[in-house]
């Protein structure tokens, strides 16, 4: 008999297999990155020692007053550049990308190029 396998849990599959790999310390912290709909989410998280470093998202005041939607490939660059800049201010230059499960183009792309081009190295 055939199973129906949704999106959902492919992705799950594929998060849980990247996370085997990929791992954040303090002073190479793991960028996570999820995205629904309407907004990108991004942290970087100290693995190591259980916390997050930094966060920005579409929803944090800083991006809101620079893109009117939350959903596209413009926003998800203007969230990866404060990041990185949240992150500079903390002292952190190198990180690991965590895609989450997402192919890696359009917003999840953007997101990474904008860190970059804000200084970060991947």
Do not use: C, W
């Not at 190479?28 to 966060?55: C, E, M, N």
Request: aromatic content about 6%.
């Amino acid at each position: 008999m055939l199973t129906l396998i949704d999106r959902r849990t492919i992705r799950r599959r594929i998060r849980h297999r990247i996370r085997r790999i990929v791992e954040g310390t303090a002073e190479r912290p793991r960028i996570a990155v999820f995205r629904s709909a309407k907004h990108i989410y991004a942290q970087a998280i100290d693995d190591a020692g259980g916390r997050t470093l930094a966060a920005s998202s579409t929803r944090d005041k800083e991006v809101r007053g620079k893109v009117p939607y939350g959903g596209n490939v413009k926003a998800a660059k203007v969230v990866g550049e404060v990041l990185a800049e949240r992150l500079k201010q903390a002292g952190v230059k190198q990180v690991v990308f965590d895609r989450g499960g997402y192919l890696y183009h359009g917003r999840i792309r953007a997101l990474a190029e904008g860190a970059r081009s804000a200084g970060l190295k991947f």
